[in-house]
């Protein structure tokens, strides 16, 4: 699943890796470095947290999670998909107090990694496989839009008065009117920087090497400097005779010393039901977006190296239970930082380790680095961050899939954006369920489908009947999971009345795997069934007057 949020980096060769490099993960890891810092304190900025605490996030995710991990280039640190769930637990927790909010919702995430580690243990690796991606990506989009309402009064140098998402949106009209103009012009700056560098970066081979947030920096550090935001004072814009102040609080701030960026969590109101709902959120979506990032980021490893899911899933609840305890947000194994160490040449595990000792190094002795960062210049990376997730391109990308898909996928963001994410996700999948029963799946085949099994000869025949849809693909999953001695695996279809796409997309990247494997997976008994799409994974429905298949 693609959660973009920065300028792409290089293509990372096709060829397998040569043989581990401490020099050349050194230099992977700091390129990463580079483009973490910011987006850590970003990301912290808009969760409601110091900071501070993206970085500690980042660091932990680097020097101890990393080793717990069985997917070796992947980068864990924070995640701009968290950022509405840490918000939302700050606030209602702390209800107008966001320093107590902030301990309140460090409990949260102690729990949250807790329960992480028992998915785990109970070997819950397969829930990436669970969620139909329409609602992962609608999620995702609502995330995006929400990020963009709160971000951009940031970037225009604005206070808004509204909170909620809606409200925040409307009142962009109102911020641009009355924007500082030094800050926007920082902010504005950073964004077209963000957005432009990337055709600049394609034409020639060495730009690939620059992260676009390092320019951003080299930009805006400057400017800041240039319009002294160390200090308070005011300004006379000549054009309009208007009156404007800044001064350091639009800069980043960070405490004295590493020691006092620890803070311990408040767990007394951790058995309350709002605490409860936001453990599920910190450990459902963290889950489940970690899961499907550190499947995309294996498809890209050029060692073809297969990670195990659960044992994944243990490093981020580890990582996420010693980051709770010491005042970090939630992490989670970051798709764009990680596909982003692929391209800087990284071998091992040892890239990510790299990364965090750099963050911790920088911390510890350039503090004053840090500060002189305009929150402006971090708002615009968040916002490119928010519009990549909520991209035109996402709704025309599911919209080709299917137009039932993008029912689903609207629907999601709409709830998502209305109520919170918790509500959006299991909004979406009723959606997507009531569909699939219009679309002729008995109720009862969606969680529990009837699968003949037949084995002859060193091949594996699955014949599913009523419906192969995405809440009972785990079924057939583990259905195949028994036979790993099996070469030729063909899975029919005939006695179907629906395969949805999310089985479609599971199935194609377990062929792809299989045959890595040595071994061939086939699927069969489709000819009666119409693709809803003109997408070659789209869903299948038989049609309404296709023979029935006898049992």
Same mark, same amino acid.
């Given at each position: 699943m693609p959660m973009p949020n920065i300028p792409d980096p290089p293509e990372p060769a096709p060829t397998a890796p040569a043989p581990s490099t401490w020099t050349s993960d050194l230099v992977s890891g700091f390129l990463v470095f580079l483009i973490a810092l910011p987006l850590s304190l970003g990301i912290a900025m808009a969760s409601g947290f110091p900071p501070i605490a993206g970085v500690l996030t980042a660091v932990v995710g680097g020097v101890i999670a990393t080793w717990l991990g069985s997917a070796p280039l992947t980068i864990k640190g924070p995640a701009a998909g968290l950022i509405v769930i840490a918000l939302g637990a700050v606030q209602e927790l702390g209800a107008?107090?966001?320093?107590?909010?902030?301990?309140?919702?460090?409990?949260?995430?102690?729990?949250?990694?807790?329960?992480?580690?028992?998915?785990?243990?109970?070997?819950?690796?397969?829930?990436?496989?669970?969620?139909?991606?329409?609602? !992962?990506?609608?999620?995702?989009?609502?995330?995006?839009?929400?990020?963009?309402?709160?971000? !951009?009064?940031?970037?225009?140098?604005?206070?808004?008065?509204?909170?909620?998402?809606?409200?925040?949106?409307?009142?962009?009209?109102?911020?641009?009117?009355?924007?500082?103009?030094?800050?926007?012009?920082?902010?504005?700056?950073?964004?077209?920087?963000?957005?432009?560098?990337?055709?600049?970066?394609?034409?020639?081979?060495?730009?690939?090497?620059?992260?676009?947030?390092?320019?951003?920096?080299?930009?805006?550090?400057?400017?800041?400097?240039?319009?002294?935001?160390?200090?308070?004072?005011?300004?006379?814009?000549?054009?309009?005779?208007?009156?404007?102040?800044?001064?350091p609080k639009f800069l980043v701030t960070l405490p004295g010393n590493l020691a006092q960026a620890i803070t311990f969590p408040d767990f007394s109101q951790v058995a309350t039901p709002a605490s409860i709902k936001y453990v599920l959120m910190f450990s459902l979506v963290g889950s489940i977006e970690s899961l499907l990032s550190t499947k995309a980021v294996s498809s890209l490893d050029p060692g073809e190296r297969r990670p195990d899911l659960d044992r994944d899933l243990l490093a981020t609840g580890a990582g996420n239970l010693v980051a709770g305890l010491l005042g970090g947000l939630p992490m989670i194994s970051e798709i764009v930082r990680s596909s982003a160490n692929i391209g800087y040449g990284a071998r091992s595990r040892l890239s990510n380790f790299f990364h965090g000792a750099f963050l911790l190094l920088f911390v510890a002795f350039a503090p004053g680095l840090i500060h002189r960062i305009p929150l402006a210049a971090l708002a615009a990376m968040l916002t490119f961050t928010g519009i990549r997730l909520a991209s035109p391109t996402e709704f025309v990308r599911t919209f080709r899939i299917g137009k039932e898909q993008l029912v689903v996928f609207v629907a999601t963001a709409a709830v998502t954006i209305a109520t919170?994410?918790?509500?959006?996700?299991?909004?979406?999948?009723?959606?997507?369920?009531?569909?699939?029963?219009l679309h002729g799946a008995p109720l009862r085949s969606l969680f529990r489908p009837e699968i003949e099994e037949h084995v002859e000869g060193g091949r594996l025949v699955l014949r599913v009947k009523q419906a192969a849809v995405f809440s009972n693909y785990l079924s057939i999953k583990r259905r195949l999971a028994r036979h790993r001695d099996v070469r030729a695996i063909e899975i029919d279809f005939a006695a179907t009345r629906l395969v949805d796409h999310t089985v479609m997309a599971n199935l194609h990247d377990l062929k792809a795997l299989l045959e890595r494997e040595g071994r061939a997976l086939s699927l069969s008994g489709l000819d009666d069934h119409g693709p809803m799409s003109s997408h070659p994974l789209s869903a299948r429905k038989k049609a309404a007057f296709a023979p029935a298949v006898s049992p």
């Open positions: 107008g107090d966001n320093a107590t909010g902030y301990r309140r919702a460090l409990a949260c995430i102690v729990v949250a990694a807790a329960v992480q580690i028992a998915f785990a243990l109970a070997r819950a690796g397969a829930l990436g496989d669970f969620f139909p991606s329409s609602v !992962v990506h609608g999620m995702l989009a609502a995330i995006g839009i929400i990020i963009c309402s709160k971000q !951009v009064h940031t970037l225009l140098g604005v206070t808004p008065t509204s909170r909620e998402p809606l409200h925040l949106l409307l009142e962009i009209p109102a911020s641009v009117l009355r924007l500082n103009p030094e800050i926007a012009l920082i902010g504005v700056l950073s964004l077209a920087l963000l957005f432009g560098y990337p055709m600049v970066a394609r034409r020639t081979r060495w730009t690939q090497k620059i992260p676009a947030p390092l320019l951003v920096l080299a930009a805006s550090i400057p400017l800041a400097l240039g319009f002294d935001l160390e200090h308070e004072h005011t300004y006379t814009l000549s054009v309009t005779d208007s009156v404007y102040t800044i001064g919170d994410l918790l509500v959006g996700v299991v909004a979406g999948i009723a959606v997507e369920m009531f569909i699939h029963v």
